[in-house]
């Protein structure tokens, strides 16, 4: 599914209306039932909804909510906002709802009045709004913040930027948002990926050939990653199914190496080496009886190795200067697929003049742009794509929403995972999984962003059988064959 930002959106509407002659006030009756339907469970039990509607086809939207919940027989009020101002669509919603008896109240007493036990309709800006709310509209955005009452955005939370996800000043924090015909940048994006809650996106009737038109920022489901993972033949033997090279792991971090391996045996590589130092190995073979060791010296033990293998995991727990000098001595020479991770990461890296996958978390694609942690989550997609095309390789940018952007400015955008993943080994282990891709054969690209998926989706089993804090690396990793199994 294609991520649509606010212009492609507008196009959307306007060419649905014009070209393939939906007419405006279908598409409103639908966004507006698609959203009733999305509260209908959260409206049970409460004293009313109260439908906060602004003057544009939003609140347009939001009037055939508020009307939907009168016929419905629930306790419903609704607040607009300029009406001088309303698009010709809001006003004619505004006329129905009030015919059909919808209560329309001042803005600043309903306000007042709002509490934890009413249900929140926020139908006040579009994607379309750019700058600071201002007004009735920032002190209604403010009144529904302060009310602890559940919300239900409608296509985007107010005072949320579409395309950057950043606040424009205050802004709604939704417990549901529905956004209609496409996803936006700012469900996966900066403050709107927490103002958005729980978000699903509704069918309001666009044509498939509007929505299946490429915008170049592609949202992973299960479809798109299950007709890229490779499939095992009846006939298939282990060394037709990738053999993994990991070099990892220092004295203090060996469970780095061991979670690479695992990573990549529980991603279905066939043969795994690993190679480090004597203390690297003796964990290895302590733990992983699986996998097989390569005791490390320098470079030459490495590139001996070469012909034996179909793509390296480079980085998991190596100390820096050992990745440093690794990295200067092999990458030259090095002509298999790559995975870069942890201290093999930075802005003075080699070039490798294979295949290369890069697995930074924000704190290192920030060391190697010359910028925070900070600046990078404030605009991940943009420094995912700066970093593909300054290093020339694939980017797969770790985190809640986790990215992956090719040289050529491809995007791809995860929806998997949870915040149970935010704990120590979890990365190990998404380089073991893209290292397996790698080795069967699959794209950079394709690698990175199936392992992506594939990770947050064991992630998130592990969520759901163990709870979402406190699963382990090792657990995710085991996770990985039941999860493609089931998917």
């Not at 009313?48 to 419905?72: K, M, Q, T, W, Y």
């Not at 742009?369 to 991940?380: E, I, P, T, Y």
């Amino acid at each position: 599914m294609w991520i649509a930002d606010a212009e492609r959106s507008r196009i959307i509407d306007q060419r649905a209306i014009h070209e393939f002659g939906i007419p405006s006030r279908d598409l409103m009756e639908r966004a507006g039932r698609a959203v009733f339907e999305a509260l209908l469970p959260l409206a049970a039990g409460k004293r009313r909804i109260v439908v906060f509607s602004g003057p544009g086809n939003n609140g347009g939207d939001g009037f055939v909510v508020a009307r939907l919940a009168h016929e419905h027989g629930l306790p419903v009020v609704c607040c607009a906002f300029s009406a001088d101002r309303m698009s010709p669509g809001c006003r004619e919603q505004r006329d129905l709802a009030t015919a059909a008896g919808v209560q329309v109240v001042e803005g600043a007493r309903l306000m007042a009045s709002l509490g934890p036990d009413d249900l929140v309709v926020d139908a006040l800006l579009g994607t379309g709004a750019t700058g600071e709310p201002r007004g009735p509209v920032a002190d209604a955005i403010r009144a529904i913040a302060a009310s602890g009452a559940p919300c239900v955005a409608v296509d985007i939370p107010s005072g949320i930027a579409c395309d950057t996800g950043r606040a424009l000043g205050p802004y709604v924090r939704a417990a549901k948002t529905v956004t209609f015909g496409l996803p936006k940048p700012f469900l996966f994006l900066a403050d709107g990926l927490e103002a958005s809650g729980e978000w699903t996106v509704a069918e309001i009737g666009f044509a498939k050939e509007l929505l299946g038109e490429p915008t170049g920022v592609l949202l992973l489901d299960h479809e798109w990653v299950g007709a890229r993972l490779p499939r095992r033949s009846r006939n298939s033997h282990k060394g037709a199914n990738g053999s993994v090279l990991v070099v990892a792991g220092s004295e203090r971090m060996t469970g780095a190496a061991v979670l690479a391996a695992t990573g990549a045996l529980r991603a279905g590589a066939g043969l795994v080496t690993v190679a480090g130092g004597s203390e690297v190995c003796r964990a290895i073979q302590a733990q992983l009886p699986e996998a097989m060791v390569l005791p490390l010296t320098d470079a030459a033990d490495l590139l001996a190795f070469q012909g034996r293998v179909d793509a390296l995991v480079f980085g998991p727990g190596l100390t820096p200067p050992v990745a440093r000098s690794l990295a200067a001595s092999l990458a030259p020479h090095w002509a298999k697929p790559v995975v870069l991770d942890a201290d093999a990461l930075g802005p003075e890296m080699p070039a490798w003049p294979g295949p290369v996958v890069l697995t930074p978390h924000p704190g290192e694609l920030g060391r190697m742009l010359g910028c925070s942690a900070g600046q990078v989550q404030a605009d991940r997609w943009a420094c995912a794509r700066r970093a593909a095309e300054r290093f020339g390789a694939t980017v797969s940018l770790k985190g809640a929403a986790s990215v992956v952007a090719s040289p050529s400015g491809g995007l791809w955008v995860n929806a998997t995972g949870n915040p149970g993943m935010a704990a120590g080994g979890m990365g190990d282990v998404l380089a073991g999984v893209v290292g397996t891709l790698l080795a069967q054969g699959l794209s950079p690209e394709d690698a990175a962003a199936c392992g992506m998926f594939w990770h947050g989706a064991a992630g998130d089993a592990c969520a759901a059988e163990i709870g979402q804090a406190g699963f382990l690396a090792s657990e995710l990793a085991s996770a990985l064959p039941r999860t493609w199994a089931e998917g």
